[in-house]
């Protein structure tokens, strides 16, 4: 993986950022999309809040049987309720786990682990139960969830339980898991789900040793985690936090942290003082690497938090991290202009607005849903050409690949030249040509398991280069 970083970085290091984006429809026809995650293969699954997972394919269709429907157990009250995040076990290709994160009938989170029946389907009745956590109010739950790319445990981000200011003081209350990010290991054996044991602490957890804070809790002081991601380049982790009336917050921490940050709410919303309620006057505050106003024209008030780009097709993005704000419609990005130095911009207010949600898929290309519309679209490079706008909507699939790969080139006018298959050092495999069709199928049983590196040239020279998995 060291290699093809190197590569990759190596290939890009020459371009400039970009200025600007361009949405492009991927998906339409979901029904209040929150969530967004890949399973390892180029499929988009993709969370609705009254308690489906619908799959996404790669021509953009949508399966017409839910690959999970819970909506029975899930309470969508039209506030901040509903099914809300899931998350794909490291291993699920083996063990068809996967997890997920709701508020149930009674108003109360819970994080659960499902199992995968066929390859498009779950089985419903296959729910364990890990965690309940009581909710006070029915706002500010949270949440996201994502396996540590350098640990394979379970993060969970959580609200502060809601209503307004944390009234209780709860996202610094170290005996509740509310206002907090929880790392837990899930890898647990049947007979200790049949003896009550549903998930592990880490032996490395921050306050395992400190018998007054709950062993789960990983970092605390957050006000409304409702997403969060990591860097997959490093493992770094990116949160956004949605302020109460004056700040929206990005916190970013090392993938090399041992946790135990505290964030600050109430004590701050971001970087300015928001209570000196006791205890505020001693407490260790990670402040955000980037933050904006609340309130302004266009009208700011939500932060919809999304993920580093580390894609291959749209060069002018690399290494912006990607927001949005739900009131305001626009999206907006964090560019490290100096070893921990951050700039905050926007780009602008892109319609139908309402963003909910980022997702990354296997090959880290980014997408947005809008929770007003069910789109699901995909973030352009705006700055790049015609042509080279036109090579990157090539549907390259299945992948990860066995015996063969096909490419879709959508676009009619696009005629390709080339595709050359590389290793990850980037020396030269094979090489195919001379296409008459906008349909082409390549075989790969020659290639042996492992990364490569796609090389898509179309006849007028423009490239793109794609992640290609052989299993």
């Known amino acids: 993986m060291k290699n093809i970083t190197l590569f990759l970085a190596c290939l ?20 209040s999309p929150v969530n967004m995650k890949h399973a390892g293969d180029d499929r988009l699954f993709v969370v609705e809040r009254s308690g489906l ?50 508020i149930d009938n009674s108003g109360d989170t819970v994080i659960s682990r499902f199992t995968r029946s066929t390859f498009d389907t779950a089985d419903a ?25 350098n640990d394979g445990y379970l993060y969970i981000s959580t609200g502060d339980g809601g209503s307004g200011g944390d009234p209780g003081n709860i996202a610094q209350n170290q005996s509740l898991l509310l206002g907090k990010i929880l790392r837990i290991d899930v890898d647990v054996t049947q007979l200790q789900i049949d003896t009550g044991t549903t998930y592990l602490i880490p032996a490395n957890n921050p306050f395992v040793s400190d018998t007054a804070v709950l062993d789960e809790i990983w970092a605390n002081g957050l006000r409304n985690p409702w997403k969060f991601s990591f860097d997959s380049s490093n493992g770094d982790m990116w949160i956004a936090d949605v ?16 946790g135990g940050e505290n964030y600050g709410w109430k004590c701050f919303e971001g970087t300015s003082t928001f209570s000196t309620v006791s205890g505020c006057s001693t407490i260790t505050h990670t402040p955000p690497v980037a933050e904006y106003n609340y309130g302004g024209s266009p009208f700011k008030c939500s932060i919809t938090g999304g993920y580093r780009y580390r894609g291959t097709m ?22 490290e202009t100096n070893p921990d130095n951050f700039s905050l911009t926007f780009f602008e207010v892109f319609s139908p607005g309402g ?31 015609v042509g080279e706008a036109s090579i990157n909507t090539i549907k390259m699939y299945p992948n990860p690949a066995k015996n063969s790969l096909t490419f879709d080139v959508l676009d009619t006018s696009n005629q390709l030249s080339h595709i050359n298959i590389l290793d990850v050092q980037g020396k030269f495999i094979q090489s195919y040509s ?38």
Not at 125 to 145: A, K, R, T, W
Request: glycine share 10%.
């Open 314 to 335: 749209q060069s002018g993005l690399q290494g912006l991290f990607f927001f949005a704000d739900f009131c305001s419609d626009e999206i907006g990005y964090v560019e």
């Open 53 to 102: 997972i619908k799959i996404v394919n790669t021509d953009g269709s949508l399966n017409s049987t839910p690959f999970l429907n819970i909506d029975g157990r899930v309470s969508n009250n039209g506030d901040e309720q509903g099914l809300l995040a899931m998350a794909f076990h490291p291993d699920y290709v083996t063990n068809g786990f996967f997890y997920v994160d709701y």
């Open 355 to 385: 963003f909910s949600a980022f997702g990354e898929d296997v090959n880290n290309e980014l997408f947005v849903c809008s929770l007003l519309n069910g789109g699901i679209y995909r973030i352009v490079d705006g700055n790049l050409s």
């Open 243 to 258: 302020g109460q009336s004056n700040r929206e917050e990005i916190n970013r921490t090392l993938g090399t942290s041992t």
């Open 12 to 31: 890009f290091m020459s371009f400039a950022y970009a200025q600007d984006i361009t949405l492009e429809l991927y998906a339409s026809g979901l029904s």
């Open 125 to 149: 009745s296959s729910e364990v139960i890990l965690l309940n956590i009581s909710q006070p109010f029915p706002n500010h739950n949270g949440g996201d969830m994502h396996f540590g790319p």
């Open 434 to 471: 001379e296409f008459d069709n906008q349909l082409i199928t390549i075989s790969t049983k020659t290639l042996t398991s492992g990364i490569y590196i796609v090389e898509i040239i179309n006849t007028k020279g423009n490239k793109s280069i794609r992640k290609l998995i052989i299993e």
